[in-house]
Nanobody, 123 residues
């Protein structure tokens, strides 16, 4: 079983940056594909980015490309989401999730989820 804890949320002004962290309780975190999703008020859960087991491959939502970077440090069992040039449209609860399977599969079904961290972008 994998337990995930997200940190780094908070209030940021439009145009600012924020880095989120997802820490795994399991030392074999490198066995899992990890993704970030977000859920804005009144909206469903939206895919943001995912990263392969060794960090060699990444995939991003169109809205994230050029502004958001996902990375991981498997020694520390942590996955990061660095967000730049934020806008109020980025305001959401951000979740990290882990799964097995094939990296290229664009599924929203993951085996493990964190509790989420709130990011609020003010205008």
């Amino acid at each position: 079983q994998v337990q995930l804890i997200e940190t780094g949320g908070g209030l940021v002004q439009a145009g600012g940056s924020r880095r989120l962290s997802c820490v795994s309780s399991k030392p074999t975190f490198n066995n899992y594909i990890v993704a970030w999703f977000r859920e804005a008020p009144g909206k469903g859960r939206e895919f943001v980015a995912r990263i392969s087991r060794d960090g060699g491959m990444t995939s991003y939502a169109d809205s994230a490309k050029g502004r958001i970077t996902i990375s991981r440090d498997n020694v520390r069992n942590v996955v990061f989401l660095e967000m730049n040039n934020l806008s109020p449209e980025d305001t959401a609860v951000y979740y990290c999730a882990a799964r097995g399977g094939i990296f290229s599969t664009g599924t929203n079904t993951y085996d493990y989820w964190g509790q989420g961290t709130q990011v609020t972008v003010s205008s």
